[in-house]
């Protein structure tokens, strides 16, 4: 009981030094994922990312491809297709394989940009500074 009662002061004390409202008043990236995730070259899928953002932080959402990053993106909140809803928090984006990609796996990375065009930065458990990012895997198949 006496450990239980210990841990418990050690994890409120944590809690105020990270700065309990800091950390979960943060921005955070609910889901990011591409529909659908496996792809032919000349096909069209949609990027979306559900954003927590209270107070308003992410002002642009882009992503860009690991293994080219020349092939960036840029997602949209605007309500603009095939955005469903603007200020929602959801963010998405159109995109076209091109014909000429090699099949393989990808990796898109999102990132959450500020009003300064700088990555956001959040804090994880660890109290580690991150920025705030999301990986969401990519596959274009060979077509038949
Ligand atoms: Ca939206």
Known sequence: MKRMVTWAALAACLAVMAGCNTLSGQPEIRKAEITPPELK????AV?????KDRNNVVRRVEGV???DPRITFRLNDSGTEPDAKAGDGVWSMAVDVPFQSPPGQY??????LDANGKPVSVRDRNNIVNPLQA??????????
């Not at 990027?47 to 954003?51: A, G, H, K, S």
């Not at 990796?107 to 959450?112: M, N, Q, S």
């Not at 990986?135 to 038949?144: D, E, F, G, N, Y």
């Open 41 to 44: 070259p000349g096909d069209s």
């Open 47 to 51: 990027i979306t990312v559900d954003l």
């Open 65 to 67: 491809v690991v293994e």
């Open 107 to 112: 990796i898109l990375e999102i990132t959450a």
């Open 135 to 144: 990986a969401v895997p990519i596959r274009i198949l060979k077509t038949q």
